[in-house]
């Protein structure tokens, strides 16, 4: 079962960073564009990023365009998501996902493959 796996989450104050990481193995991924989402508790899953394997990004999220950066390393199947000046509304499950398609995608529903999340709380 092909499943991309997140890690680097955890609980941060205000102002401080993360930088997520997305795992991809197993995955060809020159057939994918992978992007990140995230949910709060009570909200929609919402998309942030995506990235084309040529490593154009699109942003979906004005909310963090300018706080957090999504990067990929094709020779180590690794996507991330660097987060800085992190605010108590980032706090959410972080989610990586790939979408066979070259082309991203915002929409959750048109994400093929999912990981289980990682969680990110910004508390003081």
């Given at each position: 079962?092909?499943?991309?796996?997140?890690?680097?989450?955890?609980?941060?104050?205000?102002?401080?960073?993360?930088?997520?990481?997305?795992?991809?193995?197993?995955?060809?991924?020159?057939?994918?564009?992978?992007?990140?989402?995230?949910?709060?508790?009570?909200?929609?899953?919402?998309?942030?990023?995506?990235?084309?394997?040529?490593?154009?990004?699109?942003?979906?999220?004005?909310?963090?365009?300018?706080?957090?950066t999504i990067s990929r390393d094709n020779a180590k199947n690794t996507v991330y998501l660097q987060m800085s000046s992190l605010k108590p509304e980032d706090t959410?499950?972080?989610?990586?996902?790939?979408?066979?398609?070259?082309?991203?995608?915002?929409?959750?529903?048109?994400?093929?493959?999912?990981?289980?999340?990682?969680?990110?709380?910004?508390?003081?």
């Open positions: 079962q092909l499943q991309p796996v997140e890690s680097g989450g955890g609980l941060v104050q205000p102002g401080e960073s993360l930088r997520l990481s997305c795992v991809a193995s197993g995955f060809i991924m020159a057939d994918y564009s992978i992007g990140w989402f995230r949910q709060a508790p009570g909200k929609k899953r919402e998309g942030l990023f995506c990235i084309r394997y040529n490593g154009l990004s699109t942003n979906y999220a004005d909310s963090v365009k300018s706080r957090f959410a499950v972080y989610y990586c996902a790939l979408r066979r398609n070259p082309t991203c995608s915002g929409t959750a529903t048109f994400q093929d493959y999912w990981g289980q999340g990682t969680q990110v709380t910004v508390s003081s």
